[in-house]
T-cell receptor, first 114, second 111 residues
Framework: DVKVTQSSRYLVKRTGEKVFLECVQD?????MFWYRQDPGLGLRLIYF???????EKGDIPEGYSVSREKKERFSLILESASTNQTSMYLC?????????????FGAGSRLTVL | GENVEQHPSTLSVQEGDSAVIKCTYS??????FPWYKQELGKRPQLIID?????GEKKDQRIAVTLNKTAKHFSLHITETQPEDSAVYFC??????????FGSGTRLLVRP
């Protein structure tokens, strides 16, 4: 099984801080994704990447950026955290180029912005 | 872009009864429809998926049906058990290979 590890389970940050959420997968999967999960809104795609140094915007990219310098690592960056970014953030990985592939999720990072 | 709507938002059934969750999608080019289950405090996990070249797929007590003409697909769970209690998400893969999720259904199976 692919293991997707998110480095922080819980974070508390202040408004205006720069926040890094790290995600590492250990099975050489090409595709990586960042979603945020909010009650009643499901999982919304923030950014995704199909290859090293490649990134694509999802449905809600505003206020976020990403970095994929190595195949196994996909970082989500909040340049200046705001209270409306308080949420659960889920990283996921899948194999293959495009197409219909199973997402394996990390355990999530719950971010609170005060 | 793709939009996925999921109903109901909550569903309570008696143990042993069936549960049905329905989703509609907007992009007629979508051709892959997975369902994920998220137990309390855990990560979402794939339970079943269907591709647009089939109309129904079964795996033990769960089944998914797809109606491409109407652009809707459904999850059916028979003989529900307490361990089926979870949040279920449907999803559709759009033409740019993004997986768009529905808003989720919280299923409670009463013993």
């Amino acid at each position: 099984d692919v293991k997707v590890t998110q480095s922080s389970r819980y974070l508390v940050k202040r408004t205006g801080e720069k926040v890094f959420l790290e995600c590492v997968q250990d099975m050489d999967h090409e595709n990586m994704f960042w979603y945020r999960q909010d009650p009643g809104l499901g999982l919304r795609l923030i950014y995704f990447s199909y290859d090293v140094k490649m990134k694509e915007k999802g449905d809600i990219p505003e206020g976020y950026s990403v970095s994929r310098e190595k195949k196994e690592r996909f970082s989500l960056i909040l340049e200046s955290a705001s209270t409306n970014q308080t949420s659960m953030y889920l990283c996921a990985a899948s194999r293959g180029v495009g197409g219909a592939n199973v997402l394996t999720f990390g355990a999530g990072s719950r971010l609170t912005v005060l | 872009g793709e939009n996925v709507e999921q109903h109901p938002s909550t569903l309570s059934v008696q143990e042993g009864d069936s549960a049905v969750i329905k989703c509609t999608y907007s992009d007629s080019a979508s051709n892959y429809f997975p369902w994920y289950k998220q137990e309390l405090g855990k990560r979402p996990q794939l339970i079943i998926d269907i591709r647009s070249n089939v109309g129904e797929k079964k795996d033990q007590r769960i089944a998914v049906t797809l109606n491409k003409t109407a652009k809707h697909f459904s999850l059916h769970i028979t003989e529900t058990q307490p361990e089926d209690s979870a949040v279920y998400f449907c999803a559709a893969m759009d033409s740019s290979y993004k997986l768009i999720f529905g808003s989720g259904t919280r299923l409670l199976v009463r013993p």
